[in-house]
């Protein structure tokens, strides 16, 4: 599709969202992963295992080495997040 059009394409499913470059055979795609079921947790007022077993307090620093699209990262909102990410061109 994104040759007949020749334009970059976004398709939103009901599971994932895939992203169709120009001139690339296979599409990258992106879906929450874990991501959803923490915030979902965080949400009810559940304990999320992986903020308990960082410890981490409103005000502590976080450093994300892998941010991606950034779904964990939504669930640091209380502390100064620090983020590298590797952009491959």
């Given at each position: 599709?994104?040759?007949?059009?020749?334009?970059n394409?976004?398709v939103?499913?009901?599971?994932?969202?895939?992203?169709?470059?120009?001139?690339?055979?296979?599409?990258?795609?992106?879906?929450?992963?874990?991501?959803?079921?923490?915030?979902?947790?965080?949400?009810?007022?559940?304990?999320?295992?992986?903020?308990?077993?960082?410890?981490?307090?409103?005000?502590?620093?976080?450093?994300?080495?892998?941010?991606?699209?950034?779904?964990?990262?939504?669930?640091?909102?209380?502390?100064?997040?620090?983020?590298?990410?590797?952009?491959?061109?």
């Amino acid at each position: 599709m994104s040759e007949l059009l020749n334009a970059n394409i976004i398709v939103a499913g009901k599971n994932r969202f895939e992203y169709y470059p120009k001139d690339v055979k296979n599409p990258f795609f992106f879906h929450p992963g874990t991501a959803a079921f923490r915030l979902k947790r965080i949400a009810n007022g559940e304990i999320d295992p992986f903020l308990e077993a960082c410890n981490l307090l409103k005000g502590d620093t976080y450093l994300d080495c892998t941010l991606g699209l950034g779904s964990d990262a939504q669930s640091l909102q209380h502390t100064k997040l620090v983020i590298l990410e590797k952009l491959l061109h």
